[in-house]
């Protein structure tokens, strides 16, 4: 018996679709290769029109979903949203490359370092980051040592998405903030950097803590927080690949009974 020909069109939306290119150009060019598909790209829609058997179709739609899918989620992969006291609160920000959950700055918002250890509520909860720790967070909008910045479109979405995620504490309609303090993070004597974000429209900026001098432990600002770590924070999240492949497994045992 012959294979059924089904001919559908996928319209992927992407935040870009150079970033997508750039992410993955091996499957990107694999695809468009493939004589039974084709892409056309149209502003930010990436278009396939899928013509061959449900076996291809099926295989066709994990390559989507394990290449093209993560190609426009991991500009700041390694971060993710959390409730932290209350349902859809977001005030807590997990790294799963560390395992870290970390406090919105929000939260601490124009304490000083006095301030917030004085504070039993939050500082029997959480800690003091270090500021290894800080600097590797900030590497997930832009990777590097001291101060760097980007000025492609990639960067300039993952800031804009740090902001989002840990609060953005700008009072100017120009450019989006996040900033903090930690303890842990000295510079001088009496003194500690600040590990900070900004991002423009055609910009992102960021610094690690020991590039930032000099914020003293009771200096207090609306636009800073502090920088602090759930004690005991990590949370065990179930795989997303093997969720993925359970349900690519229910996907092709449904396509197996409408082929037969």
């Known amino acids: 018996m012959e294979a059924i020909e089904k001919v559908r069109p996928i319209n992927i939306k992407l935040a870009d679709p150079l970033i997508f290119l750039l992410a993955d150009p ?7 290769l493939w004589p039974n598909y084709c892409f056309i790209i149209t502003d930010d829609i990436v278009t396939c029109t899928l013509r061959g058997s449900i076996m291809k179709n099926t295989f066709f739609s994990m390559l989507l979903m394990v290449f093209v899918i993560p190609a426009n989620a991991a500009v700041i992969g390694n971060l993710s949203s ?14 799963t490359s560390t395992g870290f959950n970390w406090l ?20 029997s909860s959480f ?20 101060a760097r910045e980007s000025v492609t479109a990639s960067d300039i979405l993952g800031g804009n998405m740090f902001h989002d995620l840990l609060s953005d504490n700008s009072a100017s309609t120009l ?30 900026r960021v610094s690690d803590p020991l590039a930032n001098c000099c914020w003293r432990d009771v200096d ?11 004690r005991n924070g990590t949370v065990p999240e179930p795989s997303a690949f093997i ?18």
């Open 82 to 95: 959390l409730d932290y006291s209350v349902a859809g609160d977001g005030l807590l920000t997990h790294d």
């Open 220 to 230: 207090g600002s609306d636009q800073v927080g502090s920088w602090l770590i759930q």
């Open 26 to 32: 091996l499957i990107f060019f694999t695809l468009f």
């Open 127 to 146: 800690r003091w980051a270090t500021e290894s720790e800080i600097s590797s967070l900030l590497d997930a909008v832009v990777f590097g040592n001291g």
């Open 243 to 260: 969720l993925m492949s359970a349900g690519l497994t229910g996907l092709f045992c449904r396509y197996r009974r409408m082929a037969l």
């Open 175 to 204: 450019r989006r903030l996040t900033q903090g303090v930690s303890r842990l993070s000295p510079t001088l004597t009496g003194f500690y950097g600040l590990g900070v974000v900004i991002t423009w429209s055609d910009l992102v």
């Open 104 to 123: 919105d700055l929000s939260v601490t918002a124009g304490n000083s370092i006095v301030d917030t250890e004085a504070d039993s509520l939050i500082f």
